[in-house]
């Protein structure tokens, strides 16, 4: 098994199973992808894994290879005082490359709505590391182990210095860089934000100093430029504000459409690469069929009163 040859691209992707946040389809995508030639096509839910089945069954119709992933919800762990501040939590990218890593994702998908839930499903850093196999994992969005600290958005936890702040993002990156090793990648994104711009730059900086190599994503929610719009609309409907507000919650970038390698390609620098080349012949071959075992064995709890709620019915009925 060697490195195959075709580049992955888009690696960072939400379709509507990142509930109101994006808007295409994992279909729309694949679809997409297929006809400008892609042979991989990626998707990192919000917490979810929701969307595996489907990026799975229209990737194999069109002889494509489905990269199963989640953008998790992390937190440093689960006994730090700000884990239990609502709201204060990180994303963080991880995707499966192999059919460990399916199982591995499945048993942190699991953990973090089961043991880690809190407003969203989070998982401890230590969790991350403890399930790596079969896993690549990226430095993800603004809200990522780098960006979240570096822009001082922990506006729950005041007081804290950006030393301080500086200091934790290391210890994360030393801990992931120990566990993942070369499956380490930093992410850097394409928004023209002045804040993106800061994380971008922080980023290359850690990349030179625990040596693992940078991609550019686009962090996707949408397909085409023009659906920036129908986003705003969904945005505003999810936090039940008013489109025309301009203190309202619509993000402050209209940049988050399915880019093309050429568009990825422009923002390439200082060695970074713009698709993630790793051996992903396991991944085509994943069972997807363990996924009715995740339906069945993880997700909410409520999911699960829900079920045993139905199993005594059955039993009723039987009776
Ligand atoms: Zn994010
Ligand atoms: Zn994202």
Not at 101 to 113: E, M, P, V
Not at 129 to 140: A, D, F, M, R
Not at 144 to 166: C, H, I, M
Not at 208 to 227: E, Q, S
Request: glycine share 6%.
């Amino acid at each position: 098994m060697g490195m195959n040859a075709t580049p992955f691209y888009n690696f960072h992707t939400h379709t509507h199973y990142s509930v109101k946040d994006a808007v295409m389809t994992p279909k729309n995508m694949v679809e997409a992808l297929h006809e400008r030639g892609h042979k991989y096509a990626a998707l990192t839910e919000h917490g979810t894994l929701g969307s595996s089945y489907e990026l799975w069954k229209e990737c194999r119709e069109r002889d494509m290879t489905p990269c199963l992933g989640c953008e998790c919800y992390f937190v440093d762990s689960y006994e730090d005082p700000g884990a239990n501040v609502p709201w204060n939590y990180g994303h963080i990218t991880v995707v499966a490359t192999s059919q460990q890593g399916w199982l591995n994702l499945k048993i942190l998908h699991d953990i973090a709505w089961r043991v880690g839930f809190k407003v969203k499903p989070r998982i401890q850093l230590s969790d991350l590391c403890k399930y790596n196999e079969g896993l690549i994992i990226t430095t993800g969005c603004m809200r990522g182990p780098v960006g979240y600290d570096l822009l001082g958005n922990d506006k729950f936890l005041t007081g804290e210095s950006v030393a301080f702040r500086k200091a934790r993002i290391n210890k994360r990156i030393g801990m992931l860089k120990k566990a993942f090793g070369p499956r380490l990648f930093g992410e850097v994104q394409l928004l023209e934000l002045p804040e993106q711009v800061t994380v971008n730059k922080y980023v290359r900086k850690l990349a030179k100093k625990y040596d693992f190599p940078v991609i550019v994503t686009g962090d996707t929610h949408y397909l085409c430029k023009k659906d920036t719009d129908i986003h705003d609309a969904v945005i505003c409907i999810g936090r039940k504000e008013r489109i025309d507000d301009p203190t309202n919650s619509t993000y402050p970038t209209n940049q988050l459409w399915l880019k093309m390698p050429s568009e990825l390609e422009r923002a390439r620098k200082n060695g970074t690469s713009t698709s993630v080349r790793i051996n992903y012949e396991s991944t085509s071959r994943i069972r997807i069929s363990s996924l009715r075992l995740w339906k069945i064995t993880s997700c909410v709890q409520r999911a699960v009163r829900f079920r045993s709620s139905l199993r005594r019915q059955s039993v009723t009925l039987a009776l």
